[in-house]
C-alpha cells in the first residue's frame, strides 16, 4: 500500500455521494462531484490515456480513478507543475529531457506573460531602453490597442474552433492557409498593427507546448484577466492582474493538496526535480505532498 488512506477514504465519500440518473460525460462529470471545481478554470484533475503515466503516478502514491465508457484514467491530487509534466521527458535521457522541460516552461511562460508585458511597455514606452523600442508598434490604428489584442485573440479561437470541426484532411491547410490570408489583410487594411498579430501568434504557440490542454485554456483565461487589467490601468493593472492571478492559484486546493507546491509551501528537493529531470536513480522518496505510507521508493 502507497496511497495515503485518508485521501482514498476522502475520494471514496465523494463517489458514494454522487446521486445523479447518469454520468453522460463519464469522467467529467464524476470530476465536478469530486474535486467541485465550480468556476475555477484551472484543472484540478489530471487525464491520461497512457499507461506508463498512470502507473508512474500510482507508485508516487496519488490515486487513479477510472470511470466507465471513458479511456482515461483520472489522476489525483495534482498540482499546476503536474500538468506540466510530459511523459517523452523520461523517455529522453536526463540532460535532452531537462531542456525539453524547460522549452515547455517557457512556453508556458510566454503564454501567460507575453502580451500583458508587452502591452505595459506600449502604455509606457519610457520603460523600455533605447536598444528595445523595436519591440513596440512603429504606427498606430484608429482602434485601441486593447481592443487589437482582445480581438485577435477571439480570432484565433474562432480559427481554433473552426480547425475542429472541418473535415480532418483540410484542417490543417485550412487554419494555416485562413490564419496567414486574415492577419495580412487585417495589416493591411489597418484594423491591426503587425506587432499585435506577431505576438499574439507566440504567445498562441506558448500555450500550444503546454502539455496540458486543460491547463492551457486555464492559462488563457487567466492571461485575458490581466490583459484587460493592463488595457485598462496600465502599469498599475498589470500588477493587480499578476497579484490576483498568484493569490487566486495560491488558494486554490485539489483535494487538500496546494496548487502551488512545491513553490508554497516551499520545498527545494521537489523544486529541483521540476526544474531539472532527475535521474530514475535519484528517485529515492515518493513526493511528500501526497502523504504516502511508504516514503521510500528504493534503496
Known amino acids: 500500500d502507497v496511497a495515503n488512506p485518508d485521501l482514498v477514504k476522502i475520494i471514496k465519500q465523494e463517489l458514494n455521494n454522487i446521486d445523479v440518473d447518469g454520468i453522460t460525460m463519464a469522467d467529467k462529470t464524476v470530476e465536478e462531484f469530486v474535486v467541485k471545481q465550480s468556476y475555477n478554470p484551472f484543472p484540478l484533475i489530471r487525464y491520461t490515456e497512457r499507461p506508463d503515466v498512470a502507473a508512474n503516478h500510482l507508485l508516487e502514491g496519488h490515486v487513479l480513478v477510472l470511470v466507465d465508457t471513458s479511456p482515461s484514467a483520472m489522476i489525483t491530487p495534482t498540482t499546476y507543475f503536474h500538468h506540466l509534466q510530459h511523459a517523452e521527458e ?46 513596440g508598434p512603429t504606427k ?21 474552433m473552426a480547425a475542429i ?31 499585435v498579430i506577431l505576438y499574439v501568434a507566440v504567445s498562441m504557440i506558448g500555450a500550444y507546448a503546454t ?48 496548487y502551488l507546491w512545491p513553490f508554497l509551501p516551499f520545498d527545494w528537493g521537489a523544486l529541483t526535480k521540476i526544474l531539472l529531470r532527475p535521474t530514475m536513480s535519484s528517485l529515492k522518496v515518493r513526493p511528500s505532498i501526497v502523504k504516502p505510507q511508504n516514503v521510500r521508493r528504493q534503496k
Open 90 to 135: 523520461f523517455r529522453q535521457n536526463p540532460a535532452v529531457g531537462t531542456f525539453l522541460r524547460w522549452v515547455r516552461f517557457l512556453g508556458v511562460l510566454f503564454s501567460l506573460f507575453l502580451l500583458p508585458f508587452w502591452l505595459v511597455f506600449v502604455f509606457d514606452p519610457t520603460l523600455l531602453p533605447e536598444n528595445l523600442a523595436f519591440i
Open 211 to 258: 502539455p496540458s490542454y486543460e491547463l492551457g485554456l486555464g492559462n488563457k483565461v487567466g492571461k485575458l484577466f490581466v490583459i484587460i487589467l493592463t488595457g485598462l490601468f496600465h502599469e498599475m493593472g498589470f500588477v493587480i492582474g499578476m497579484t490576483i492571478l498568484i493569490l487566486f492559484l495560491t488558494s486554490i486546493k485539489s483535494l487538500q493538496t496546494p
Open 165 to 195: 470541426h472541418t473535415p480532418t484532411p483540410l484542417s490543417s491547410a485550412a487554419g494555416l492557409i485562413s490564419a496567414i490570408l486574415i492577419g495580412q489583410i487585417a495589416i493591411d487594411v489597418g484594423l491591426f498593427v503587425p506587432e
Open 140 to 160: 498606430m490604428t484608429h482602434l485601441p490597442i486593447l481592443l487589437q489584442v482582445l480581438m485577435a485573440e477571439i480570432g484565433l479561437e474562432f480559427l481554433r
